[in-house]
């Protein structure tokens, strides 16, 4: 890993399929800093399942990447020059530098700074950072999950998924998860503590399943995929039911999915089902990270990492995220550690 | 109306139309009472549009109406000689003595007494009742109306959709209803207040009439319909909104209506849509008739009746009540106002 300056860029949007040669990496300017700005060496990439939807030219929660711009995308880096007064050389943070090796940065684009004593820098990219946050905002504000409760959490083995069961877990509730797999089934059971896991390519249906794993019905469950898992979990919720829409990863962006209408399950079961964005929650991250660290030196966060070398793999490892073909979280390691 | 007993009983099942002849009026004893009982003439009786559910044979919030047995109904009726301490003869209660014309009770089910002074007793059946709260729980509790936002809502201008808009502009909201024919409209706009309204019967798709109506997008839907009504008013949703699931009249019971799957729109506009049911809420009922009786004495709430008289017409009357052909709300005179 050299010194040069490289971007991934984006060449084209899906059709629906999100393919690797959408993507060019090209030689890049090593960029030059001013006054209040600061030279970023980008070290860990981080891979979301909502990536398709940055890209995607359809109406979404942002503004879709340009064309010809690097992606975007969350990092953690090394202030290797500084003159911003905040970041002094040698910090380590976790901001939105993108697919890119050197970044600058006035601070606006920087998430926080990451403390490299409290666990390795990387999981600021996952377990201590936007997907632990994601899974507590979710089971925690949107489900307001209680000891005793069934929670029922989709894409399971994933990085949000295996911290929603350890959060279930640590709160007292019954953790249940659906995975692609039996793998991800061993790896939900054994390394994050699931009192059940499903797997969904082993069954046409995952009904029976999930009925063995939930005798006393479903409380909370948190989404990340959509489609048929949706249904069958939504079929065996219990009244006052709390549903949290995290991701629609199973679901087609075109054309509009169809399905069975939730309507009468929703009403009989006075049940909620609700949307969210951790993006609209930046402002407690610090507060989240800390319940979150807390819980992670007390053993009950676990974690797996999927990693890849090289910048120029970052478009290979989104296709095999979206394929579900990963294991753990999905990182890119872009440079070195410090 | 004689002074002999009569009941109307359930014959049959929908399956899935509701007919009229699924039901049957038979001559019954006039009940005696015993210490601790009373007997309730019945005076007016409410016609629901989720009697359908209350008579299919169908997983429901409630069991269902047992074949043989009297049809299951809100009503306000006289007690004419009581045994019981807490009602003496002269009271006049707001109960579920379903559709007989008298009626014994211990008082279990009574749900309250109705004040004659404060408005005609049929009111206790409809805005000063059970569909006035619960359009107050849907807009004020599970869509937390605020000044300014912009309410939609369907059967807009039906028993509940009706106080649903007059609640909203109250408090300050804009009001928009969707509703079928140009009479219900008119209804709407000139009787209840609405801001606009929208008539789903004069084109094919209520998409451009919602846009019209609805420039700032919509913050809280108050839904009693599903189906393409649903579909149209979730495209137009705006970030946060809120959407109470009071019913889903324009959805077949059989097969499982299918749709467009709502996730992904929830998601990317972080939305909510909750189920609920006014029996939940019973606790609050007074506090809430409370509420909607001061409006009603400042003039904020109007109401239309759509009267038959006899007992023997209710079978017709929700027949017509459901394929949408009455006018405010659907009410059976059994006797006469004491």
């Given at each position: 890993m050299s010194d040069e300056n490289r971007h991934v860029v984006l060449r084209g949007r899906p059709d629906p399929a999100v393919r690797a040669d959408l993507f060019e990496t090209v030689d890049a300017e090593m960029p030059r800093i001013a006054d209040g700005q600061m030279l970023i060496r980008v070290i860990w990439l981080s891979l979301e399942p909502a990536m398709r939807g940055w890209i995607a030219d359809a109406p979404n929660y942002s503004q879709p990447v340009p064309i010809g711009a690097p992606m975007t995308g969350f990092t953690v880096g090394e202030v290797v020059e500084s003159r911003h007064p905040r970041y002094p050389a040698g910090t380590i943070v976790q901001g939105r530098q993108g697919w890119r090796r050197f970044a600058v940065s006035d601070g606006s684009d920087i998430d926080r700074v990451v403390d490299p004593a409290l666990a390795p820098i990387s999981t600021a990219l996952h377990v201590l950072g936007m997907n632990g946050a994601t899974a507590y905002v979710g089971l925690v504000d949107v489900c307001r999950v209680k000891a005793g409760d069934t929670v029922a959490v989709t894409t399971a083995a994933g990085a949000v998924g295996s911290v929603v069961g350890q959060i279930a877990k640590a709160l007292g509730a019954r953790a249940v998860g659906v995975?692609?797999?039996?793998?991800?089934?061993?790896?939900?059971?054994?390394?994050?503590?699931?009192?059940?896991?499903?797997?969904?390519?082993?069954?046409?249906?995952?009904?029976?399943?999930?009925?063995?794993?939930?005798?006393?019905?479903?409380?909370?469950?948190?989404?990340?995929?959509?489609?048929?898992?949706?249904?069958?979990?939504?079929?065996?919720?219990?009244?006052?039911?709390?549903?949290?829409?995290?991701?629609?990863?199973?679901?087609?962006?075109?054309?509009?999915?169809?399905?069975?209408?939730?309507?009468?399950?929703?009403?009989?079961?006075?049940?909620?089902?609700?949307?969210?964005?951790?993006?609209?929650?930046?402002?407690?991250?610090?507060?989240?990270?800390?319940?979150?660290?807390?819980?992670?030196?007390?053993?009950?966060?676990?974690?797996?990492?999927?990693?890849?070398?090289?910048?120029?793999?970052?478009?290979?490892?989104?296709?095999?995220?979206?394929?579900?073909?990963?294991?753990?979280?999905?990182?890119?390691?872009?440079?070195?550690?410090?």
């Open positions: 995975t692609g797999g039996p793998e991800k089934r061993r790896i939900c059971l054994e390394e994050f503590g699931f009192d059940a896991a499903i797997d969904y390519k082993a069954a046409e249906d995952i009904g029976p399943g999930l009925d063995a794993a939930t005798p006393d019905g479903i409380d909370c469950f948190f989404d990340n995929v959509g489609g048929a898992q949706f249904d069958a979990v939504l079929d065996r919720i219990n009244v006052g039911a709390r549903i949290a829409i995290c991701g629609t990863i199973g679901m087609p962006s075109f054309p509009l999915p169809v399905g069975p209408r939730p309507n009468r399950q929703l009403l009989v079961k006075r049940a909620r089902m609700e949307g969210f964005l951790i993006l609209d929650h930046y402002d407690r991250f610090a507060e989240i990270v800390e319940r979150l660290s807390g819980w992670y030196r007390d053993g009950h966060l676990k974690y797996r990492e999927d990693v890849t070398v090289g910048l120029d793999t970052a478009p290979d490892a989104l296709v095999a995220l979206l394929a579900g073909r990963n294991t753990g979280k999905a990182l890119v390691r872009v440079g070195d550690d410090p």
